[in-house]
Structure formats: C-alpha cells, structure tokens
C-alpha cells in the first residue's frame, strides 16, 4: 500500500502540465519585465512562445522536461541566448535565466 501512495510523486512532471499559458516576472534591477508563456504540444514536441507585456513575440527552442520536476528551455535574442530552467510545483514556478549577462530570478503562475 505504501508503495502505491508513493508512486505519483515519482511520477514526475508531464507534459499535460506544462502545456497552458503561464505568466512570468523577472526583477532586472532596474525594470520588472513581465508577459506570459504559452506551451503547446506540436508534431509530437513541447514547443513554446514568449510574448512580452511590450508586444513582443519570440518563439523558444529546446523546450524539455527535466528530472525534478524541471522545465527548461531556451530564448533567442538579438544579443545572447536565455537559458532557462524553472522547477513547477503545480500551478506556480520559479527559477534562473542564465545569460551572457548574469542570472536573474523568474516566476509565474499558470492561467486558468
């Protein structure tokens, strides 16, 4: 019985719940930069589009689950690539963009 109870929280994150629109922030220091995330799955594949509150759109490449419920996935920019690896815990998230720059903290919340 006990290992019956234990086997959903090995289970892991899936896709089912990745796909959905997200919200995220990021505190740059001196701006806070917000918009939303939309996953899909397409030909078979986590795929992925940013749309900032400023009207921009960018598609995401490498769109993958990871071990420990994490989620990564990369930004291409004018200037550099954004590394990104958020940890979801139901309806939330948090987690680092890496960038030629530094890191900076995101979060957000999945919409309903």
């Known amino acids: ?5 234990s086997l959903p929280a090995l289970a892991g994150l899936k896709e089912k719940q990745v796909i959905g629109t997200w919200t995220y ?3 740059t220091g001196s ?3 917000t918009g939303n ?4 799955k397409s030909e078979g594949a986590l795929t992925g589009e940013v749309h900032t509150d400023q009207g921009e759109f ?7 689950i990871r071990d420990n419920n994490v989620l990564y ?7 550099d ?3 990104i690896s958020v940890t979801i815990d139901k309806k939330s998230y948090t987690g680092t963009i890496a960038s030629s720059q530094g ?10």
């Open 25 to 27: 922030s990021v505190d």
């Open 37 to 40: 995330l939309e996953f899909k």
């Open 1 to 5: 019985m006990v290992l019956a109870l």
């Open 73 to 79: 996935f990369e930004v291409p920019t004018d200037y």
């Open 103 to 112: 890191d900076l903290a995101v979060s957000g919340v999945k919409k309903e």
């Open 31 to 33: 701006e806070m930069l």
């Open 81 to 83: 690539i954004l590394k």
């Open 58 to 64: 960018i598609m995401m490449e490498k769109v993958e």
